[in-house]
């Protein structure tokens, strides 16, 4: 039996962070990890991803090329090995840094393998077994696969694969219309590849307001993306294109033939593996660990941060979680997740910014709301850069005038949302945002006249 002061389960995003603050504090640490030091963000989820995106885009633009009035000789092609080597190498050097900075701290012992409870705090990891007053769980999520008639059948990728392969497929097939899905989507119509995206619900990115569902379809329609909505029943079968895919929708034929199917049908948590029962933390219905206001399980001395607790799902989620369990344990603050107002973006062209409630979720709040949209083909910098599509919006509390959400989807959406991102967190009301002088020419520079527009819905 070794004895620390913490034991980390995972090194994701919240737990290197933390290792560190916990070593910086004199304590003696063991973080451990089953697979690649990083996560799924570094590895398998953001990194990668938004390398291809950058590669999609550039492909893109270069056939947009004469827009702007560069002419380029012969047609561009995409190099998949290449594109996949650039941003493999991006994960490549994210992970060995994420590990030499773990290797660096000073009472830090990185442990290879799989980690389970073998009591409350006792984890075995092979042959070893480590004991500590303080355990952290940090262990993420995996692509949660629907159980589909024939699943069994057909080779399918998942984020973890799509991400190495160096090959553009004739014809992708991808289950699931939500951020992975959308993503990929674009990245691999831009590189060539003929797509179909079946979402079961009634709309693409169903937790966002109509208008934004509808535009991004528009948007992605526009770049001869198939959409099948209202998709029931899917089922598979090999076939010799690649695999048949049923679906039962609403609309369009109902057998699909794709050379190749990508699962982005959500995430389930890696808690099924942990022995999680030995140590008395509780989880929910769908496996994510039951967490307080302060990250603390119903255990007593053991943490979850990120993915595996449900309380967010992106990793700057994640990361506020290390913050939080930080600044609590250590420098006597009295976070909570609660206090966090989410923020998120997707990444597909142009992305969409997001903060706060939608319109939706206000009203059916309760609350009284003010709304300001402008669409893109009105903003100066949209028009100067040619990329008008989209549109911004911003929702406000009619009484109190508290800013409740905005959505920015067009260029530079994912940065320009920060700046109401930040005066929400400020506690300002949207006449803070309306009286601002902004940067001319910037999407931002936008918000005083959208504000002075705002009305009923
Ligand atoms: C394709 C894709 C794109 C994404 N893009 C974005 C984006 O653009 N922006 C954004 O904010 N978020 C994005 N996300 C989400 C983001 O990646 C996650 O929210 C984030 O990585 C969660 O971090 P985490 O620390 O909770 O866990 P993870 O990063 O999942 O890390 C958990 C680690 O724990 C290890 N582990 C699990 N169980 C054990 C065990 N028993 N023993 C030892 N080790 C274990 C795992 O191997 C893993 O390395 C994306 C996700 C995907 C899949
Ligand atoms: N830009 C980003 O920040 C980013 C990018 C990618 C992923 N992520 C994270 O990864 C997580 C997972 O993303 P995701 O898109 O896989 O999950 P998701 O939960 O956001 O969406 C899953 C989608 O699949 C659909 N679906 C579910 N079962 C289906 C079925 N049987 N048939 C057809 N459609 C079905 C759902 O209706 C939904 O639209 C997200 O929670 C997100 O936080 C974030």
């Known amino acids: ?11 994701g995003q919240a737990g290197p962070p933390l290792a560190g603050r916990l070593t910086a504090a004199g304590m003696s640490v063991a973080i451990i990890e089953r697979k690649h030091v990083g996560g799924t963000c570094v590895n398998t989820g953001c990194m990668p991803t938004k390398a291809l995106v950058a590669s999609a885009y550039a ?3 270069t056939r947009r090329a004469s827009d702007f009035g560069i002419e380029l000789e012969g047609v561009p092609t995409v190099d998949m090995p290449k594109v996949m080597a650039r941003s493999h190498q991006v994960t490549l050097n994210a992970r060995k840094n994420n590990r030499d900075w773990l290797q660096s701290m000073e009472k830090c012992r990185l442990i290879e393998g799989h980690a389970r409870f073998e ?32 699943v069994d059948q057909v080779p399918y990728l998942t984020n973890s694969s799509i991400v190495l392969l160096e090959r553009v497929p004739r014809h992708l097939v991808i289950v699931g219309g939500s951020y992975i899905g959308l993503e990929f989507a674009q990245m691999y119509r831009r590189f060539g590849a003929e797509v179909t995206v079946i979402e079961k619900g009634e709309r693409l990115i169903g937790r966002e307001d109509h208008d934004v569902s509808d535009a991004i379809r528009e948007i992605l329609e526009a770049e001869g993306i198939q959409v099948r909505i209202g998709a029931e029943c899917i089922r598979l079968e090999p076939h010799p294109d690649g695999v048949a895919v049923g679906v039962d929708c609403s609309e369009g034929a109902p057998t699909i033939i794709g050379s190749d199917v990508l699962m982005a049908t959500g995430r389930r948590p890696n808690t099924d593996d942990l022995g999680l029962d030995t140590a008395g933390v509780e989880v929910d219905d769908h496996g994510y660990i039951k967490i307080g206001d302060d990250l603390a399980t119903t255990a007593e001395g ?17 990361y506020n979680d290390f913050e939080i369990v930080a600044a609590n344990l250590l420098d006597g603050e009295d ?16 992305p969409l910014g997001r903060v706060g409630m939608t319109e939706a979720q206000a009203l059916k709040a309760g609350k009284k709301v003010l709304v300001g949209r402008r669409p893109m083909s009105r903003v100066g910098r949209a028009i100067e850069k040619g990329e008008t599509q989209g549109f911004m919006k911003i ?13 920015i989807l067009g260029t530079g959406g994912d940065e320009a949302i920060h700046g109401v991102l930040d005066i929400m967190n400020a506690g300002a009301t949207v006449d803070a ?23 009923p819905p």
């Open 1 to 11: 039996m070794k004895d620390f002061d913490a034991i980390i389960v995972g090194t």
């Open 59 to 61: 492909a893109h633009l």
């Open 119 to 150: 009591s409350r705090h006792v984890i075995r990891v092979g042959e070893e077994l480590l004991r500590a007053p303080r355990i952290f769980l940090n262990v993420g999520g995996r692509a949660a696969i629907p159980d589909f008639p024939g």
């Open 302 to 318: 053991i943490w979850a941060l990120g993915d595996c607790n449900g309380k967010g799902a992106f990793t700057h989620t994640a």
């Open 335 to 350: 976070r909570r997740v609660s206090d966090r107002i989410l923020g998120y973006a997707l990444y597909i062209d142009p």
């Open 395 to 407: 929702v406000a509390d009619a009484d109190t005038r508290q800013i409740l959400g905005a959505a």
């Open 433 to 455: 945002l309306r009286w601002a002088v902004p940067i001319h020419p910037t999407v931002s520079e936008l918000w005083p006249t959208v504000i002075s527009e705002m009305s």
